[in-house]
């Protein structure tokens, strides 16, 4: 499951709201009932932080696997006035809002994976790993991928989706947006994302070519895919319609060519482009439903963060409420 839960938080009752998500989440993961109290603990603690300093703002939760562990990432992003030292707010008992100062403290005590990205007047976001089994570490990976994908407001379901295949030598990285929102969307989608697993041992042009067939009966999609080749040090990419992508690596920004067309439908055009990868690389792809006037240096040290950090802050600040959004981040190693 990629879709992301979001539980807004404007007010302290609301930290309740997200802590029985959370704890929901949790159950049906399979947490025990001691890694269920650590979410629990986590989740309040961020919603509370969103409402003291930062006048508001959401929790945004995902179940996560690798190697068969299953776990939960907790997003807390708000607006706010931001932090003048993160060391500073981390230690127990350093507070600006009259409160003990306990709650960041005790959040990256509990987190298997914490970090925070908060400049001064321009917000924090925060991010929180948790495993149904506290001793398991992930190992470290060539390339780290997270995600945001919420559907629009008012909506149950998003009609965007994304996935992540990898191999030793590859890893393949899909972003599709169903036509329109709702279940009529998320049906395309979902039958996107079933090819895009069924074929991902082909080239990205393969796989669009099979998912256009397997999308007819569908309202279709917009949808891109990109192969990292980490032997050959090359992004292969091919686009349908209107799902952004970018790469970042040192001072270069390289925007990805996608052709017009709906997946399913109207397909003029599926075209290969090959890009240089380094092992630091930044991948970004986005639906629609996220503003294309991001710029990462207007975010001096985000690009070091978290793959779902970096997308955490990018959807809390051009997120476009009318419509789903994904935001999908691959970030290289160095490894």
Known sequence: MKESIAIPITESSQAGEARRVALA???????????????????TELANNLVQHGNGGMVVLRPIDQYSTLGIEVLALDQGRGMLDVDDCLKDGFSTGGTAGNGLGAIHRLSSFFEIYSPPAKGTAILAHLWSDSKYHPPENTLEVGGVCLPKLGETVSGDTWSCQGATHRCLLLVVDGLGHGPAAASAAAAALRAFQEHHHRSPHAIIEATHAALRSTRGAALAIAEIDFEQQSVRFAGVGNIAASIASGTEHRNLMSHNGTVGHE??????FTYPWSTNGLLIMHSDGLGTQWKLDRYPGLSLKHPSLIAGVLYRDFHRDRDDVTVLVAKGNGV
């Open 25 to 43: 989440l949790a159950g049906r993961l399979g947490f025990n009932e001691g890694e269920r109290g650590k979410v629990g603990i986590v989740v």
């Open 267 to 272: 397909v003029r055009k599926i075209q290969e």
